[in-house]
């Protein structure tokens, strides 16, 4: 089944010490997102990756990095995680841009910070 | 400041009756609808989306009734199954600006036997 892999599910890591959350594809879909959730709150989309083209929200800190090295991965980088980092992190993709194309979501990464 | 609202945090309904699902939006460019299901420990799963040039849209035993001047939204599950327990949530976009979809914080639907 063409899917969306999230890994780790679940990740903990210490005050200050950099992470990579990862995240394939199978269904060769051109967009990639990175969403962040919190408890109890709304999915907060941090950026985008149109193919290789990055787009970032302009709320997203400086913190978060993204890397789409292929189609198929894309990658989240917490440079120095703090306690508010502590979160749902999910991915998802679409097969094209544009607000009418449903999004496909891996299982998240809970993030714990220590 | 929320442009999708989902105020009610839950709900429960009986078995075989109506769930309906509220959903306020603030941003009036706002013009393509969606619902998303979600499962403890899955992501979100797209249910059933609506355009801003229709009042209703139906899937099923899924019906997203759209009404603009109140900017509001709901879906209706009739009749309500077991399998229907999850949190849902209301999505909004507008088309050819950013594209981006906002999502509103879920209302966690519980289905009662």
């Known amino acids: 089944d063409a899917m969306v892999i999230q890994n780790p599910r679940y990740q903990v890591t210490q005050f200050g010490k950099p992470v990579t959350l990862s995240c394939s594809q199978t269904?060769?879909?051109?967009?990639m997102y990175w969403y962040q959730q919190k408890s109890s709150q709304a999915p907060k989309l941090l950026f985008h990756?149109?193919?290789?083209?990055?787009?970032n929200e302009a709320d997203t800190p400086d913190n978060f990095q993204s890397r789409r090295p292929n189609t198929s991965f894309c990658f989240l980088d917490i440079r120095s995680p703090g306690l508010g980092d502590a979160a749902m992190y999910l991915c998802?993709?679409?097969?094209?841009?544009?607000?009418?194309?449903?999004?496909?979501f891996g299982n998240g990464t809970r993030l714990t910070v220590t | 400041d929320q442009q999708v609202k989902q105020n009610s945090p839950s709900l429960s309904v009986q078995e075989g009756r109506i769930s309906i699902l509220n959903c306020d939006y603030t941003?009036?460019?706002?013009?393509?609808f969606l619902w998303y299901k979600k499962y403890p420990a899955e992501g979100p799963t797209f249910l059933i989306s609506i355009s801003s040039i229709k009042d209703k849209n139906e899937d099923g035993r899924f019906t997203v009734f759209l009404n603009k001047s109140a900017k509001h939204l709901s879906l209706h599950i009739v009749p309500s199954q077991p399998g229907d327990s999850a949190v849902y949530f209301c999505?909004?976009?507008?088309?050819?600006?950013?594209?981006?979809?906002?999502f509103g914080k879920g209302t966690r639907l519980h289905i009662l036997p």
């Open positions: 999505a909004a976009s507008e088309l050819g600006r950013d594209d981006k979809i906002i």
């Open positions: 990756y149109y193919d290789k083209d990055f787009n």
């Open positions: 941003n009036s460019m706002f013009d393509y």
């Open positions: 998802a993709t679409s097969r094209d841009r544009g607000g009418e194309t449903p999004l496909h």
């Open positions: 269904l060769n879909h051109n967009v």
